[in-house]
């Protein structure tokens, strides 16, 4: 977005600057085509009804105790008070 706005600075629309209204319209003649431009209604009638598929997935005794010192790191790090400006930032119980 700001590389647009740079870009914009730099080289303002020759559209923007004229306001020529046979231009506006010959260009989006031009690039309609191109655009996909539909609502949300349009949208939520192609769309299929959701699903969701569960699969649990033993895990082996080394990649049970891997995920279980990530977890109980991820929880310390929440748990933890930290400093932030001064103020203390909120603390996050999480379930064991």
Do not use: C
């Not at 996909?36 to 005794?61: F, G, M, N, W």
């Not at 995920?67 to 310390?76: F, P, Q, T």
Request: hydrophobic content about 40%.
């Amino acid at each position: 977005m700001v590389r647009w706005k740079a870009l914009t600075a730099v080289l303002p629309s020759p559209l923007k600057k004229t306001k020529d209204k046979q231009a506006r319209t010959r260009l989006k003649k031009l690039i309609q085509p191109f655009l996909l431009r539909r609502t949300k209604s349009q949208v939520l009638e192609e769309l299929p009804a959701r699903t969701e598929v569960l699969l649990h997935v033993d895990l082996s005794a080394e990649e049970l105790a891997f995920y279980e010192a990530l977890r109980r790191e991820a929880v310390d790090k929440l748990s933890a008070p930290e400093a932030d400006n001064g103020k203390q930032r909120s603390r996050f119980s999480p379930r064991s």
